[in-house]
Structures are given as structure tokens and as C-alpha cells.
């Protein structure tokens, strides 16, 4: 049997792999990569850029049907065929950069093919070789998860964020479950592009909101244009042959009885940390549980296992893979000794219309002693009203006694550009006067984020909270 030794192992050759391979190297380790495919990373196979891709079209069209608000008329015809073909043309040569790059590891050696698991603390199988390693990295991702009552409909009826794209064409009608990023993001393109499409989910949440009032704007924005229930009862699911069947009640109290030829599964996804023996390494791990670790070095505990990207299930977007990667590859090369590096400002940003974004710390920690809340509504602002995209809110949560900008949560226009603006405001520790002091240019929709600010400053000089009970942060808020 092959035998490979090696100062890093990483399990898992995506964007946190890849990164961590070369962190590890740069460090002047010699590091392997182990794999068994399908290669190309997540967010150019099967996740940030075909959904994007998915969305443009469904964009194009909307923007087309609007035409009356702005005096003119449009005819869409929407080819599914076409559209998919596009999809995954393009998605095919994302995929294909990175490709390239794979190629060139296997050819050198970098990279072994075959899925791996642990025969002891030092030791992997991985396919046909037997790796000896001094520390590792897990990089291994992430599937989606399907929840109990539809595990058992059959690959024909069943899609998820892997699947979708590789139709031929689009469905005629979708059950998407799950209100979150990947279920509005998907859902909404869907059904601009024509499919009948019905989003269900539980517990009242939707998107990446956490704060109550921005989840019950987003509810009452998106239901205005689709078939969503956030908070549904499941009565039952069969299928046959005319599609997948099924009995639910609704937000309204209704109950319904629908057949979809799809069921699009947007339920999150789950770490890929099953079968690979990480309770032979001697630190408590089980099979499929979250992992404790120190997210400036990405160490579990004291150990000589590093892991990173969607494998931690923290922060699950690709910018932080590449951060957490890098991260864990120079510990790796270095263990025992590593160092601990700052993070980034959180943020992300959902391609929804009107999109939504979250930035800096969550709103779970905030508290009525040390925050005050902004705001600034869409319906009036300027810009926006002159885009017909005047739908959203915008809650930013400033810290009373510091001054500065620590978290939003926006809902609006350009809200992919706006929540750059304040990740780069919180990362660099300004104060709200600070970033008021900086230039808004007329008419922009940046002027509706100087509104939150300026609101949220009328708010810091408030010294405790006015009108009685302070509510803003309470979890029934």
C-alpha cells in the first residue's frame, strides 16, 4: 500500500483547503490535499455564482414586466430551456477556472484523490494511500440537509442547491422548504421566471434576520409577491405520479392542498464531518456534531486538528472560507505553536429583491443598557422611489457610550453595495459622527443609509432608554 508522509494533511480541497494548502507551504511545510470530488468549490459548482446566475435572468424579466409603473409596455416570453442552458454553460466555466488549477495539484502530486478517514491521531486513509501526518486541517465542506418528512420522495421529485442546476429546463411548479438565503434567493427567481412556486417554512424566520421587527418587514414585503408561509403546518407528503402531494396550513390559518412537480429542499446545510473517524483521534469528537474551536486560530482545543470553511459551520460564505483556510494552514505548518489572527467584520448579503444584508456583530447580543437602534424606511426615499425599488427597512445598532456603528440589518436597494459600506465603517472602529462626516452624493440610496445614521445619532445622545420599557432587543420584540 502507497504510504505518504507529510507535515499538514487537509482534508478537502475547496476554497478553505485550497487556501490552507497554501498557507501551509508558504509556512515551509510540505502539505498534501485530499479529495475525492466532485472538484471545483462550492460557490462556483453548485452555490454563490449558478444561483446568481438564476437570478439574472428572473431580474431581466421582472425589470421587463414593470414597464407600466414607467409609461411602457413589454412582452416576456420566458424559454426554461434557454434559461438553464446559460445557467449551466457559465456555471461550467467558473467551475472550469478552478479546475485548471486542480489539474495541476493532482499532476504534481499535491493531491490525492479518495475520500479520507482517521485510523489513528497521525494517521489517514485516503483511498488506496495511507497518510501520516503531524497535524490536519478539516476543509470538507458541507451537503445540504433534508428535513424527516421529505426524505423519502425519489431523485425525480427531489431537488436541493446541488441538483437545481443541472435541469434541462425549468420545472413547471416547485415546493421550496426553507424561507432562508438559499430558499427566498432561489424561490423568488423561480417564480419570476414562471414556475409556480410555494415557500414554506417554520418557526418565523426568514432570510438571515435575526432582529423581530426586520423579520416581520421582510414577511410582509416578500408575501406581497409570493406564495410564503413562514410559520406552516405539515400535515403530510406523499408522491405520485403526477408530481408530489401536499397537505399543509398555512400563515392565514388555510388549509391547503397542493401538487408540485418539485420539491426544492433549502432546509441549510450541515457539515460533512460523518464517516471520516474523528473519534479515533483521542479528542471527544463525534460523528456529525458541531466542533469546538478558536475562531482566530481555528484549533480544536489544544490539538493538532485545525478546521475550516463550511466544515466549522460558523460563518459559511466563501470570503471566510479563504480567510478561515489561510488561517488554519499556517497554524497547521506551525503546530504547536500558533498565532491568533483578527477576523474580518461579519457580513453578508442575500441577492433577493429587495436584497438583504447583515453586518458586524448579531443582534442577539445587543441589550438596551449599551445600544441604541436607527432606522430609515424606503417607501419616501428619494432614490429609490425614482427606481420604483422604494420597498425596505434598515435598523443600524450603535453602541451608546463608544459612539461608534457596531451591526445592521438591511432590507432594501443595493443593499449588496450599502452593507460594504458599513462593514468597512465597522471594521474600521468609526464613530457614527465619523461616518457622517464622510460625503453622500444626491440622489443615491446611499442618502437613505445617512438617514439611519443620522437617526441613530439623535439616539446616542439619548443617555438611557425613553417611553418606559426598552423593547428593542427583547427576543418577542
Known amino acids: 500500500m502507497p ?26 511545510a510540505d502539505a498534501v490535499m485530499i479529495d475525492p470530488g466532485p472538484y471545483g468549490t462550492t460557490c462556483a459548482r453548485v452555490g454563490c455564482m449558478p444561483s446568481k446566475l438564476l437570478i439574472a435572468p428572473a431580474e431581466a424579466v421582472h425589470k421587463a414586466q414593470m ?9 416576456v416570453k420566458v424559454d426554461g430551456r434557454r434559461v ?38 497521525n494517521t489517514l486513509q485516503a483511498g488506496d494511500t495511507r497518510v501520516h501526518a503531524r497535524a490536519f486541517v478539516l476543509a470538507t465542506g458541507s451537503s445540504p440537509w433534508t428535513p424527516p418528512p421529505f426524505r423519502g420522495l425519489s431523485a425525480a421529485r427531489m431537488l ?50 435575526q432582529d423581530p421587527k426586520m423579520r416581520a418587514a421582510a414577511a410582509e414585503i416578500f408575501k406581497a409577491e409570493l406564495d410564503l408561509h413562514i410559520d406552516y403546518q405539515l400535515q403530510s407528503v406523499t408522491e405520485g405520479d403526477d408530481g408530489v402531494h401536499i397537505s399543509f396550513t398555512g400563515d392565514d390559518g388555510e388549509p391547503r392542498n397542493e401538487v408540485y412537480e418539485r420539491v426544492l429542499v433549502a432546509a441549510g446545510r450541515r457539515p460533512n464531518t460523518v464517516g471520516i473517524g474523528l473519534g479515533r483521534l483521542d479528542l471527544g469528537l463525534e460523528e456529525g456534531k458541531p466542533i469546538a474551536f478558536d475562531s482566530h486560530t481555528m484549533q ?15 460563518r459559511p460564505l466563501l470570503h471566510e472560507a479563504a480567510d478561515e483556510g489561510r488561517i488554519a ?27 438583504m444584508g447583515v453586518v458586524g456583530d448579531s443582534w442577539r ?31 443600524l445598532y450603535g453602541h451608546a457610550e463608544r459612539g461608534s456603528l457596531d451591526g445592521a440589518e438591511l ?57 418606559g420599557r426598552c423593547d428593542e432587543f427583547e427576543p418577542g420584540a
Not at 95 to 117: C, E, Y
Not at 162 to 188: K, M, R, W
Request: net charge neutral; aromatic share 6%; with cysteine.
Open 84 to 121: 438553464m442552458e446559460r445557467v449551466r454553460r457559465e456555471r461550467d466555466r467558473f467551475v472550469g477556472f478552478v479546475q485548471g488549477s486542480i489539474d495541476g495539484h493532482l499532476a504534481a502530486g499535491r493531491l490525492i484523490p479518495g475520500r479520507a478517514h482517521f485510523l489513528d491521531p
Open 329 to 355: 494552514g499556517g497554524n497547521a505548518a506551525t503546530w504547536p505553536k500558533v498565532g491568533a489572527f483578527p477576523r474580518r467584520t461579519a457580513l453578508g448579503v442575500v441577492f433577493t429583491d429587495p436584497q
Open 411 to 467: 432590507l432594501g436597494p443595493a443593499v449588496e453595495h450599502t452593507s460594504h459600506l458599513l462593514a468597512w465603517s465597522v471594521q474600521q472602529r468609526l464613530t457614527v459622527n465619523q461616518i457622517l462626516d464622510m460625503p453622500f452624493y444626491h440622489p443615491t440610496v446611499e442618502e437613505g443609509i445617512r438617514t439611519a445614521l443620522q437617526d441613530l445619532r439623535d439616539k446616542l445622545r439619548i443617555s438611557a432608554p425613553t417611553g
Open 300 to 314: 480544536v482545543g489544544d490539538s493538532h486538528l485545525f478546521i475550516a470553511g463550511d466544515a466549522n459551520n460558523e
Open 3 to 28: 504510504t505518504r508522509t507529510v507535515d499538514v494533511a487537509i482534508l478537502g480541497a475547496g476554497t478553505a483547503g485550497l487556501n490552507a494548502r497554501r498557507a501551509a507551504e508558504s509556512a515551509g
Open 160 to 209: 436541493d442547491n446541488e441538483s437545481l442546476f443541472n435541469l434541462d429546463t425549468l420545472p413547471a411548479s416547485v415546493l421550496v422548504v426553507g424561507p432562508g438565503v438559499i430558499g427566498l434567493e432561489l424561490g423568488q427567481a423561480l417564480h419570476r421566471l414562471g414556475v409556480r412556486v410555494t415557500i414554506v417554512g417554520v418557526g418565523g424566520l426568514i432570510g438571515p434576520f
Open 67 to 75: 414597464g407600466e409603473v414607467f409609461g411602457f409596455e413589454a412582452t
Open 365 to 395: 447580543i445587543f441589550n438596551c443598557k449599551a445600544h441604541r437602534v436607527g432606522q430609515v424606511r424606503y417607501e419616501d426615499q428619494g432614490r429609490a422611489r425614482v427606481m420604483a425599488e422604494n420597498k425596505g427597512i434598515v435598523r
